[in-house]
């Protein structure tokens, strides 16, 4: 009998032009080792028979909407239904672009944030204005790009932007708060659309509709980068990713520091804390400063591979996270790499115990 | 030390006028035998720092879309965040008004079901309306009224609702293909309504917006009635729903109704056993219907009405495997609530050592 692995083919070419494809490099892993890989299409109808043909499966999805909503379905129909080892496992991926869940399941293990308000009725949104500490930061609760995160300088901001949440849904922040004869001349736009028969408030592929709800998170000043540690397993790969210019957001600014210098111990452990608690296979977290405390601002799941691979070392945790030993590790390493490997290892050590005779020497 | 379980507040009255609240027999449950409860807001700004200070959680959260949303979030954050046993667990409510998701775990699990093609694109869904077999029925993901479910005729109504889904998206199926001085006249209105400040297409709290998807399940003739079966633990209810006449939709709860048990083959209720041993659900409620005379499961709902399960004359109790295990029947009614309760008590003094440290926390600052 061989070990099969079902794979999920994936590609992202970045804006620095960087190709990225987890499958691939999957695919080349698993030969090495000896294991059968098998590219499986998620959208084709006998995908199910397709992964229930193999001992696992493994899909790096990709953030937009659409393979995302479908993602989250599938993998954990394949996990409680099938019940197969998949990567990413529920436990790694239901809070994935979803900054409200985040928001709860953080507060709810006690980790340090920054102030967050989630509104889920318009007055209440609307009180907050009144009373709000001005700036603070909006977000939308899906989303991966700088675009969906607003510092809002104002209460005339504010209601703007809660018109739009509770009255027309938004799939992006893009619009800015504008005078009202600007925001007549959108609606008729918009009427126009209508009346030929397209749908300018619709969603698209890339993104949902959001509404319904209000993200307010406390403004930290003095944040000229924030930390980006990115678990896998008992691995961290830390860098910093300096603000854009003239900008308080570091997400996607491309300005990165590898310099493990800058990165306290303190900060390790404390993204191995968070990790720990959702017992992630991998986690991104994003570590800002208030004041003197760290405070965790998001988690990411589908991280961009060559930044991490560009990482001069990474540091390996042996034990628990507060007391346990740290150790840096020299040399790159691939994010792929590492998550193949913890996935992989369990599963052909589980094969060996049952002494299936094909593979008995894969395991290196 | 005692055991603290903090409940959030439920309350629903039903069609024909039944009052259900499920916490409110919780918290009479847990005060007969010595358990304290704690009300909770889950709005309120603390809600999760006041849950952390007790040993569980229990909410029965209603299907609205906006709460319903909040809730698998919140919920699911409380299981994984403080760590203490949750009602209801991920477990079993992942699925809840998601029959996508349902979808592929039928499939996934081998669970017999009636022949659903969902597309995840335009092109799909429209080769997919070329060749279908008519009728079929077209379901939202969401959404427990009928509202949201339709039989599709013919290929120019199927191309109505693949616009529908793909082009601006629908909160229910309220729409019907119409002429096209009609759908001109939408136009028109959805205009308007946006000179006016509002978008034509925002769903409204209780629902949420269904985009992006098709959902096409086989047509299933000669169904007088539907089969409803809960589960509770090792526990079977069933009552079976007539289909209304000239329809093919039971009305819900409030259509004509038989709690006879006699009526409910064996094969139902185990193959509902087998499905929410698969899940590893607390608590779940199948729709079953047959084709020819195999049953299959058409839907899962997390939170049924609790008068219906108990009208139930008694129930089924499973010891051991679904498909084989002993099966006895149990006389007598049984509150939904009080089944979930005695079953939660299980899981929380049985999930290993009671967490105490919270608690401790809260004593410590009192």
């Not at chain 1, 030929?196 to 949902?208: F, I, S, V």
């Not at chain 2, 027999?25 to 807001?41: C, K």
């Not at chain 2, 009405?305 to 109790?317: D, Y």
């Not at chain 2, 002993?326 to 609530?337: I, K, L, N, S, T």
């Amino acid at each position: 009998m061989t070990f099969k692995i079902a794979i999920q083919p994936d590609e992202v070419v970045h804006h620095n032009g960087e190709r990225q494809s987890f499958s691939d490099r999957w695919f080349q892993l698993a030969k090495e080792r000896g294991i059968d890989a098998v590219a499986v299409d998620v959208f084709s109808e006998d995908v199910i028979a397709q992964i229930a043909s193999c001992d696992a499966f493994m899909w790096r999805c990709d953030p937009s909407a659409l393979p995302r909503l479908y993602a989250k379905r599938l993998l954990y129909a394949v996990e409680a239904g099938m019940g197969l080892p998949v990567f990413p496992n529920l436990k790694s991926s239901w809070h994935f672009e979803d900054k409200i869940g985040q928001y709860y399941f953080l507060s709810a293990a006690g980790v340090p944030t920054p102030t967050t308000h989630v509104f889920w009725k318009r007055e209440q949104a609307e009180r907050f204005c009144g009373t709000a500490k001005y700036p603070f930061v909006l977000k939308l609760s899906a989303g991966y790009q700088a675009s969906n995160v607003r510092l809002v300088r104002n209460p005339g901001e504010a209601r703007f932007y809660i018109e739009q949440m509770f009255t027309y849904g938004v799939t992006g922040l893009g619009y800015r708060p504008t005078s009202r004869p600007r925001q007549l001349l959108r609606r008729l736009r918009a009427a126009a659309a209508f009346a030929k028969g397209h749908y300018p408030y619709a969603p698209t592929e890339q993104t949902e509709l959001q509404h319904g709800y209000l993200f307010a998170q406390e403004f930290l000043p003095g944040n000229d980068f924030d930390v980006r540690i990115t678990i896998i397993g008992n691995r961290a790969f830390v860098f910093r990713r300096l603000n854009r210019p003239d900008d308080f957001r570091a997400s996607g600014s491309g300005r990165i520091d590898w310099n493990p210098q800058q990165v306290g111990e303190d900060l390790v452990r404390f993204a191995f804390r968070v990790a720990g608690k959702l017992d992630a296979q991998t986690i991104a977290v994003d570590i800002l400063r208030r004041g003197p405390e760290p405070v965790i601002v998001e988690l990411t799941l589908s991280y961009a591979s060559w930044a991490v691979r560009d990482c001069p070392g990474h540091w390996t945790l042996d034990g628990d996270h507060e007391t346990g030993d740290l150790r840096w590790v020299d040399g790159s390493m691939r994010p792929e790499d590492a998550i193949f490997t913890d996935f992989v290892t369990p599963l052909l050590e589980t094969q060996q115990r049952l002494g299936s005779p094909t593979h008995t020497v894969i395991c290196t | 030390m005692s055991l603290k379980i903090a409940i959030q507040p439920d309350e629903v009255v039903h069609p024909n006028g039944e009052r259900q609240s499920f916490s409110r027999r919780w918290m009479e449950l847990a005060q007969a035998q010595g358990i304290e409860t704690f009300p909770i807001d889950v709005f309120s700004k603390h809600a999760t720092e006041r849950i952390s200070t007790c040993n569980a959680f229990m909410w029965r959260c209603p299907s609205s879309a906006r709460i319903r949303l909040f809730a698998k979030r919140f919920l699911y954050a409380i299981e994984s965040g403080v760590g203490i046993p949750v009602f209801p667990s991920l477990k079993s409510s992942w699925y809840f008004e998601d029959k996508l998701a349902q979808r592929y775990f039928f499939s996934a699990a081998d669970i017999p079901c009636a022949r659903t093609d969902v597309f995840w694109t335009r092109e799909a869904a429209e080769q997919f309306c070329e060749s279908a077999g008519y009728p079929f029925v077209l379901k939202l993901a969401g959404g427990h009224q009928s509202a949201n479910v339709r039989l599709v005729r013919n290929r120019s109504e199927a191309k109505f609702y693949v616009e529908e889904l793909f082009g601006h998206g629908v909160a229910s199926l309220g729409y019907r293909p119409a002429s096209r001085p009609r759908v001109l006249l939408r136009r028109l209105r959805a205009a308007a309504q946006t000179l006016g400040g509002h978008n034509p297409y925002v769903p409204g709290a209780d629902a949420e917006l269904h985009y992006g998807y098709f959902y096409a399940q086989e047509f299933l003739p000669g169904n007088e009635f539907e089969i409803s079966v809960i589960i509770v633990g090792n526990r079977a209810f069933a009552v079976r729903r007539f289909i209304q006449p000239g329809d093919f939709r039971t009305r819900g709860s409030s259509g004509r109704m038989d709690w006879d048990p006699e009526q409910i083959g064996e094969d139902v209720i185990r193959l509902a056993f087998y499905t929410a041993r698969k899940l590893g659900a607390q608590t779940v409620a199948l729709d079953i219907l047959h084709r020819d005379r195999e049953p299959v499961v058409m839907e899962l709902t997390a939170n049924y009405a609790s008068w219906v399960v108990r009208k139930c004359p008694g129930h089924w109790v499973l010891h051991g495997d679904p498909a084989s295990g002993p099966m006895e029947w149990a006389e007598g009614p049984m509150h939904a609530a009080d089944a979930i309760f005695e079953d939660f008590l299980d899981e929380m003094t049985n999930s290993g050592p009671i967490r105490y440290h919270h608690a401790t926390k809260e004593s410590m600052q009192g």
